[in-house]
């Protein structure tokens, strides 16, 4: 279900706003230099899912979070450089520092969500993060989406 502006922003823990923001600035920066002199579009959408998660011990539960998925349209991310690509120093990019990316899978940890990342190369890269709408006690253990989607 596809949520606007305005409903994903009210959404616990988007209202750690300047954290979400920086996360969307560094996606942005990150895949419209991705597809270079080139160029392409950049489609952001937001929109809110299901999913399974792991409860401490035993079982699962489901919870509602907002996914927030950028879709680019460049070279795609090669298969030797998605295994490291949210490792703290690891950069492709000429000047580029490699903290971006796992500075981004920190914070979006710490809301208690994860990032989701497909790519294939030559077809474009597709990030999603998804963060719980029902923001969950900074001192709980961090429980991540499963992969299949409820």
Do not use: W, Y
């Amino acid at each position: 279900m596809p949520l606007s502006t305005r409903e994903a922003l009210r959404c616990s823990p988007l209202t750690e706003f300047p954290q979400v923001s920086a996360i969307a600035a560094t996606g942005n920066l990150s895949l419209v230099e991705a597809m270079g002199e080139k160029g392409g579009n950049l489609t952001i959408g937001t929109s809110e899912i299901q999913r399974r998660v792991p409860l401490p011990g035993m079982g699962t539960e489901r919870k509602r979070f907002v996914r927030i998925q950028f879709e680019d349209e460049g070279p795609g991310i090669p298969p030797h450089v998605m295994e490291r690509l949210f490792i703290p120093f690891f950069t492709t990019k000429r000047g580029g520092t490699g903290l971006g990316l796992a500075i981004c899978q920190r914070i979006v940890r710490s809301l208690g969500g994860s990032i989701e990342v497909r790519s294939r190369t030559g077809s474009g890269s597709v990030f999603s993060v998804l963060l719980p709408m029902d923001a969950a006690p900074r001192d709980r253990p961090h429980t991540s989406p499963s992969q299949a989607p409820e």
